[in-house]
């Protein structure tokens, strides 16, 4: 029994009136199920009405009631409520090696809320139950922001709570990278990407952890976010790329992509860049690839890093 209805016992038991209000010992009732018990408990268990002389065995039947009362009702509800209210899904759901949908919705809701320390907690929790953080990347927070975007799309939120949503996921990103180390050591000079979104695209959040996979696997990964198609032709022009990464989340923009890539190969000091594409667009319809000029397309990161290398060995073997 935890100790303020011990304290309310206690009181009772000395001085024969019950708690004075604001400390009622059955806080968490119905206002019925409250008014019952305070009209069972005032009059006792032989109906003796207040201010009568009690018999002291009345008394002690009165405080045991109270006291089975809180013991099998008001505190179990207490319990109950505060852990419905604050448990995570993740508690209660079945062990597994991939998140689970009500993982996707608890986080979702946490990232357009812009709770980071909730969703940190969150994906905190999930790593202490052995889910590495490549799954928690692929299958959990890829999900949420295509969530978010499926929510905006429907007009069921609004731009606002997507970008804070998006915000916090890629906070969440990048307090997770010390741990999401690179497997292959220091990156080379010949392992080097720029990944950009497609000039006029609103969130990178998606680059941002095709990004955290290539530098696991030993890349040095450059950022074109919000640079214009000009300025990103004048870094590979400055600069020697084994490949380049576009994100593209909408099909009105493909003739944008398509310029973009011309540019770029045009521009790049490797003429044997390697373009990938990915995105939302690429996801649903993987034969733009080749009509904007890529050599290849990727639902995620892992799958980039992959192809990436792929790329690299065939460029490599050509030189």
């Known amino acids: ?23 009622s010992p059955h806080a968490g009732l ?11 408990v005032s009059r006792g268990p032989h109906g003796i009405a207040p201010g009568r002389p009690r018999p002291a065995s009345a008394e002690r039947r009165r405080v045991a009631l109270l006291a089975r009362t809180l013991e099998t009702e008001v505190i179990p509800r207490l319990i109950l409520s505060r852990r419905e209210a604050n448990a995570p899904a993740y508690i209660d759901s079945p062990g597994g090696n991939l998140p689970q949908p009500e993982d996707v919705s608890v986080v979702s809701g946490l990232a357009m809320q812009g709770d980071l320390a909730g969703a940190l907690a969150y994906v905190g929790g999930l790593t202490a139950r052995g889910m590495p953080l490549d799954c928690i990347y692929l299958h959990l927070l890829a999900p949420v922001a295509r969530h978010l975007g499926d929510l905006w799309e429907q007009d069921r939120c609004d731009f606002t709570a997507v970008t804070i949503g998006l915000c916090c996921l890629q906070q969440v990103v990048l307090e997770n990278s010390p741990s999401f180390r690179p497997r292959l050591g220091r990156a080379d000079v010949d392992r080097r990407v ?16 095709v990004g955290e996979f290539f530098r696991r696997q030993g890349w040095e990964v450059s950022s074109g976010s919000g640079t214009t198609v000009k300025e990103l032709a004048a870094v ?19 003739e944008v992509l398509a310029g973009a890539i011309r540019e770029i190969r045009r521009a790049s000091r490797n003429p044997q860049i390697g373009v990938l594409v990915g995105g939302r667009v690429f996801n649903e319809r993987p034969e733009l690839a080749a009509l904007v000029g890529a050599d290849a397309t990727a639902a995620d990161g892992q799958q980039a890093a992959l192809k990436a290398e792929t790329l690299l060995a065939l460029l490599m073997r050509e030189a």
């Open 1 to 23: 029994m935890s100790a303020k209805p011990m304290m309310a016992l206690n009181q009772m038991s000395e001085t024969g009136r019950t708690p004075e209000a604001g400390s």
């Open 30 to 40: 119905g206002l019925d199920q409250a008014a019952g018990l305070e009209r069972a």
């Open 194 to 209: 720029l990944l950009a979104p497609v000039p006029g695209e609103q969130h990178s959040f998606g680059l941002l952890m």
């Open 236 to 254: 590979v022009r400055r600069q020697w790329f084994a490949a380049v990464g576009f994100s593209l989340a909408c099909e009105d923009r493909l």
